[in-house]
């Protein structure tokens, strides 16, 4: 294949990306149609079929593709601050910021495959050990530097990511405080929950059960 067709069918397969996004975010999964994904971007059903073997296969490109952004938005908040610990902290920051500007995208990663079952919770699992490789990266660095005590950080990150799903799922469905207005106070408690008890607390606790 040539570089101009390779670069044809790239374009072709975001054209369908963005259209697809639109329709899966405003109907859901099962709800969704296929020719109106085709309708948006002047193509035939066979047309989309030839980039995207089947609907599930273009739901969950939709969401790599939505993860793939998300990533990079925490990478970059992350590699712009001044200590591991901070930068643990904005990754988690830019997440949840990204998450708030957009509702529709955010019940899109978070819940509008549930009814596919399995596969949609396989292909979230996969979503937030992505994120949460992000968070342990930077949680395994302010071990290094002395920042937080000795934790699990692989469980550690995980908690953080299972925070966020709560603030982000109470949001869409309760009309709780959007993900960046939950943000400084959820900050502040996952920061506290990962550095070391002052030894006076420990001692103090110590007496008490003596």
Do not use: C
């Amino acid at each position: 294949m040539s570089e101009s067709s390779t670069q044809q069918r790239t374009q072709t397969r975001e054209r369908i990306l963005e259209a697809a996004e639109t329709v899966f975010a405003d109907n859901g999964y099962h709800d969704a149609l296929v020719d109106e994904i085709g309708k948006r971007t002047s193509m035939s059903k066979g047309g989309l079929y030839f980039h995207f073997p089947s609907k599930e296969d273009l739901f969950f490109a939709v969401m790599d593709r939505l993860a793939n952004k998300l990533v990079r938005r925490a990478e970059k908040a992350a590699a712009s601050a001044d200590t591991p610990l901070e930068a643990a902290e904005a990754a988690l920051d830019a997440v949840l910021s990204a998450l708030s500007v957009q509702k529709r995208l955010a019940r899109l990663l978070i819940t509008q495959g549930y009814s596919m079952g399995n596969a949609f919770e396989a292909k979230r699992a996969e979503m937030f050990d992505r994120f949460a490789g992000v968070i342990k990266q930077r949680l395994d660095e302010a071990g290094k530097a002395g920042q937080i005590g000795k934790i699990d950080t692989d469980l550690a990150s995980r908690v953080w990511l299972g925070a966020v799903n709560e603030v982000v799922v109470h949001w869409l469905f309760s009309a709780g405080p959007t993900p960046k207005q939950a943000a400084p106070e959820l900050k502040k408690f996952l920061v506290q929950s990962v550095q070391p008890v002052p030894t006076s607390v420990t001692s103090a606790i110590s007496e008490g059960n003596s």
